[in-house]
């Protein structure tokens, strides 16, 4: 159902550059894509979201230095973070909802950034 992809290493040096793709097949009607992303010992926390419209909500600690963005006609999400740091480090999620109010998550990457 989805097909996330990370584009380039998932082992990125602080201060470099990172983007994350995921494409979402087999869901209808679908309202929000986003990215969600879980560290070590944390909650699952919100990165971005973008809606059918194109409004995007960003992380206090995202805004800034991350942008998301969707094809519809893909059923595609990217995000794009500029200057990693260290504690970026998580399993990225991609998140898809609905108009019917489902939640529908991808596997997650593995995003590791080193100092």
């Known amino acids: 159902r989805f097909s996330c992809r990370r584009l380039g290493a998932g082992l990125v040096q602080a201060g470099g550059s990172l983007r994350l793709s995921c494409a979402a097949s087999?869901?209808?009607?679908?309202?929000?894509m986003g990215w969600y992303r879980q560290a070590p010992g944390k909650q699952r926390e919100l990165v971005a979201v973008?809606?059918?419209?194109?409004?995007?909500t960003y992380a206090d600690s995202m805004r800034g230095r991350s942008t998301i963005s969707r094809d519809n006609a893909k059923n595609t999400v990217y995000l794009g973070m500029n200057s990693p740091k260290p504690e970026d480090t998580a399993v990225y999620y991609c998140?898809?909802?609905?108009?019917?109010?489902?939640?529908?998550w991808g596997k997650g990457t593995q995003v590791t950034v080193s100092s």
């Open positions: 087999g869901i209808s009607s679908i309202k929000d």
């Open positions: 973008v809606g059918s419209d194109g409004r995007t």
């Open positions: 998140n898809v909802v609905s108009y019917y109010g489902i939640y529908f």
